[in-house]
């Protein structure tokens, strides 16, 4: 079955840095959602970007299709960012989502 | 706001019993979920629905039936709860054009 690996699985960083959290997937995906967990547990859909670079805000997804890669950027780091983020592929259809188990991200004041 | 609602948010159930979660949604989507969410596995798949009367398997649906009455509803049905159901249950309706998903705020279920 497909399988999504998320890297790092955990990172601590200083408000005001720049998290790189990465996606590597093993099939082709037709749609790649990245998702916000926050500590509470609610989900939280940040955006869709099967291919090429999307912003929103201080996020920055890039996916490179041809190498089952996709990447999230979160520029400026805030405390509040801190939570679990998930990547999800979808493929065929893409009625169905794959997810990843997720990087959890510390933001220290 | 797309709106994904569940109910209940907290479950204690007996093991043996039956348990009913529902899910509702104001989407008007389409395609509705449920998954768990255990630690050390992330989120998976138990079932879904492409609309009013249909459901599918998903990638873990043994001891779980779901049943799909309307668009708006969908409800997750555990006919005789295990300890091994305790979880965390989402459910999540989506968007078939732009194949994105849409999440409730989840059910804890523990099973004693």
């Known amino acids: 079955g497909q399988q999504v690996q998320q890297s790092p699985s955990s990172l601590v960083l200083q408000e005001g840095e720049n998290a790189e959290l990465q996606c590597n997937f093993s099939s082709t995906a037709t749609q790649l959602q990245w998702f916000y967990q926050s500590p509470g547990g609610s989900l939280v859909s940040l955006l869709s970007n099967p291919s090429g670079t999307k912003h929103t805000g201080r996020l920055t997804s890039t996916t490179v299709t041809k190498e089952r890669r996709s990447s999230l950027h979160i520029s400026s780091s805030q405390t509040t960012d801190s939570g679990t983020y998930l990547c999800?592929?979808?493929?065929?259809?893409?009625?169905?989502?794959?997810f990843g188990k997720g990087t959890q991200l510390i933001i220290q004041p | 706001e797309a709106a994904v609602t569940q109910s209940p948010r907290n479950k204690v159930a007996v093991t043996g019993g039956k348990v009913t979660l529902s899910c509702n949604q104001t989407?008007?989507?389409?395609?509705m979920y449920w998954y768990r969410q255990d630690t050390g596995h992330g989120l998976r798949l138990i079932h879904y629905?492409?609309?009013?009367?249909?459901?599918e398997k998903g990638d873990i649906p043994d001891g779980y039936k779901a049943s799909r009455p309307s668009q708006e509803n969908f409800s997750l049905i555990l006919e005789l709860a295990t300890p091994s159901q305790t979880s965390v249950y989402f459910c999540?309706?989506?968007?078939?054009?732009?194949?994105?998903?849409?999440f409730g705020p989840g059910t804890r279920l523990t099973v004693l």
């Open positions: 999540a309706s989506g968007d078939r054009a732009a194949y994105e998903q849409y």
């Open positions: 999800a592929i979808g493929t065929g259809g893409a009625d169905r989502l794959t």
């Open positions: 989407n008007n989507h389409n395609n």
């Open positions: 629905s492409y609309g009013a009367g249909s459901t």
